[in-house]
T-cell receptor, first 113, second 111 residues
Framework: DVKVTQSSRYLVKRTGEKVFLECVQD?????MFWYRQDPGLGLRLIYF???????EKGDIPEGYSVSREKKERFSLILESASTNQTSMYLC????????????FGSGTRLTVV | QKEVEQNSGPLSVPEGAIASLNCTYS??????FFWYRQYSGKSPELIMF????GDKEDGRFTAQLNKASQYVSLLIRDSQPSDSATYLC???????????FGTGTSLTVIP
């Protein structure tokens, strides 16, 4: 069973804090993705990576950065958290051309106060 | 711009009925199509994918694809209360491994 593990289920952070969201997958997938999900807006792609040390901007990268130092780990960084970054964050991974879809992590519900 | 449109619902059906969920997409280069189910507070889980025009059946689920009309649907036969969830349509365009998601349709199956 493919597992995508997100380090925290719930997080509460203060405005201006630097926030790290970690994602680890155990199936040697090349591709990893970070989405945020908000009511009425659906899933929006923040960043993705096709290989170690490689990253590409998605649709809403502003205020975020990522790191992929190892194939199995993809980290999302909120440089200076703001209240409009309160959301559900979902990590996903896939193999090759993603012919069989993504596998999602369980999500991190981040609240910025 | 690549768009995936779904009726947000909510869609309510009685237990045992057929639920029909619809999705349209804008990019004619779209190659593969996926349906995810998402229970409240949980992450999406893949339930079906389809690449070719026509129908694909898996148990109580049938995915239907019509590329000429840029339309993909999901039918759930003999709907159960446990099918109550939000269903997300996702489209993979051939230019990469990125998926584009619709905003989801909320389904409630009434016992």
């Amino acid at each position: 069973d493919v597992k995508v593990t997100q380090s925290s289920r719930y997080l509460v952070k203060r405005t201006g804090e630097k926030v790290f969201l970690e994602c680890v997958q155990d199936m040697d997938h090349e591709n990893m993705f970070w989405y945020r999900q908000d009511p009425g807006l659906g899933l929006r792609l923040i960043y993705f990576s096709y290989d170690v040390k490689m990253k590409e901007k998605g649709d809403i990268p502003e205020g975020y950065s990522v790191s992929r130092e190892k194939k199995e780990r993809f980290s999302l960084i909120l440089e200076s958290a703001s209240t409009n970054q309160t959301s559900m964050y979902l990590c996903a991974s896939s193999f090759g051309q993603a012919s069989y879809g993504y596998t999602f992590g369980s999500g991190t519900r981040l609240t910025v106060v | 711009q690549k768009e995936v449109e779904q009726n947000s619902g909510p869609l309510s059906v009685p237990e045992g009925a057929i639920a029909s969920l619809n999705c349209t997409y804008s990019d004619r280069g779209s190659q593969s199509f996926f349906w995810y189910r998402q229970y409240s507070g949980k992450s999406p889980e893949l339930i079906m994918f389809i690449y070719s025009n026509g129908d694909k059946e898996d148990g109580r689920f049938t995915a239907q694809l019509n590329k000429a009309s840029q339309y993909v649907s999901l039918l759930i036969r003999d709907s159960q209360p446990s099918d109550s969830a939000t269903y997300l349509c996702a489209v993979n365009v051939d230019t990469g491994n990125q998926f584009y998601f619709g905003t989801g349709t909320s389904l409630t199956v009434i016992p």
